[in-house]
């Protein structure tokens, strides 16, 4: 079986399932992310394992990438996978497809020192795609993919984010 025929199963299996029983399809994402030594942080997510740390410049070792490179990474990692799979859906092939996350920033609301927000300002998504097939289809792909890709509704609607702190406190107790 050629790796579009596998996608395309793959696809068309699940979305089989979860029309079938839409709790298949749900569920909850857990990622513990761990501060150590200065500002290096270990993420642990089911069996990966990755390093978070800031920049030398932000007071970081610069030991790994930084928050903004994993998220700008799952923005276009995201959008590549699901224009693979839909492409593969749809019988269209890509010779070749780069995703380039550009994004606008204003490091004076990180540091509290102006108004600005402290997230980005504009997010540019350039899409290159190389293919023998018509620009309507190669077109009816990116809609496709972009209508339901995860990562770019994340980037583009406000989510219900909830907090839970808890305190441990290190002093004696009397």
């Known amino acids: 079986m050629q790796r579009t025929d596998h996608i395309k199963t793959s696809f068309e299996r699940n979305a089989k399932a979860i029309a079938l029983r839409p709790s298949v399809g749900q569920g909850t994402a857990k990622t513990r992310v761990t501060l150590r030594e200065g500002l290096t942080c270990d993420v642990q997510d089911g069996a990966w394992k990755l390093v978070v740390d800031a920049s030398q410049k932000s007071g970081g070792d610069g030991s790994a990438p930084d928050p ?7 923005l276009g990692s995201c959008l590549a996978i699901g224009y693979g799979m839909w ?4 019988g269209v092939a890509f010779t070749s497809l780069q995703v380039e996350v550009q994004a606008d920033y ?5 540091y509290g020192v102006t108004d600005a927000k402290p997230g980005y300002r504009q997010v540019r998504v350039i899409v290159t795609v ?4 018509s620009e309507d289809d190669v077109r009816q792909v990116i809609a496709e993919a972009d209508a339901h890709s995860p990562y770019l509704d994340v980037f583009t609607r406000a989510i219900d984010v909830r907090k839970d702190l808890t305190i441990v406190s290190l002093k004696s107790q009397v």
């Open 68 to 74: 903004g490179v994993y998220g700008r990474t799952a």
């Open 87 to 90: 492409a593969a859906k749809l």
């Open 106 to 110: 204003d490091g004076g609301g990180m």
């Open 130 to 133: 190389e293919s023998d097939a």
